[in-house]
Nanobody, 115 residues
């Protein structure tokens, strides 16, 4: 069992930055692929960024070059550094831990980009 707790969301102006954190507990963190998803009002949840157990990364085209995912296995934490934020980045951001067919989700953190 893995428990995930996101933090770091908030209100930011367009062009600004935020860093989201996801703290994991309860199991062996470093074997999981970690993902950040987001869901905007009225839209489907979408995959934003992925980091594997070997720290390979992948990004949605919409955030490539602006967001960076990283992990600190010693702290059981995954991060999402978000820069050059746009109003369309407004969403609830969810942390996900995946191992084969097993998925764990955090409760989400709200990010609002507005002037």
């Amino acid at each position: 069992q893995v428990q995930l707790v996101e933090s770091g969301g908030g209100l930011v102006q367009p062009g600004g930055s935020l860093r989201l954190s996801c703290a994991a507990s309860g199991s062996i963190f470093d074997i999981y692929t970690m993902n950040w998803y987001r869901q905007a009002p009225g839209k489907q949840r979408e995959l934003v960024a992925t980091i594997t157990s070997s720290s390979s990364t992948n990004y949605a085209d919409s955030v490539k070059g602006r967001f960076t995912i990283s992990r600190d296995n010693a702290k059981n934490t995954v991060y999402l550094q978000m820069g050059s934020l746009k109003p369309e980045d407004t969403a609830i951001y969810y942390c996900n831990a995946k191992l084969a067919i097993i998925n764990y989700w955090g409760q989400g953190t709200q990010v609002t980009v507005s002037s």
